[in-house]
């Protein structure tokens, strides 16, 4: 493995695993006032154009680390959802 690819490697653990926290904290708790609606929908529309480029130049660090960061902002955004309800 190259440096640059252990470099995105390293880049996309990091930046995946910072939402790791707020996901569990949100699931455990049911709690999402605090959490902006606006930014997590940017968030993810981010997050899903990211991976669309990531398949685009076959990139497994960007595909992996952004398809597990949707996951996770993905969650916070549904359960922010359920409470504007």
Known sequence: MDTAT?????AAF???????????KTIRSRE???LSLV?????VS??????CYGVAIDSWPII???VITLL???TILFFKLI???
């Not at 252990?6 to 390293?10: K, T």
């Not at 990091?14 to 569990?24: G, K």
């Not at 981010?46 to 991976?51: A, H, M, P």
């Open 39 to 43: 930014m997590y929908i940017l968030f």
């Open 83 to 85: 409470e504007q309800k």
């Open 46 to 51: 981010g997050v899903i154009l990211w991976t």
């Open 64 to 66: 992996i680390g952004n």
């Open 72 to 74: 996770l902002a993905g």
């Open 32 to 34: 999402t006032k605090q």
């Open 6 to 10: 252990i470099i995105g490697h390293l």
């Open 14 to 24: 990091l930046t995946t695993i910072s939402f790791l926290p707020q996901a569990i």
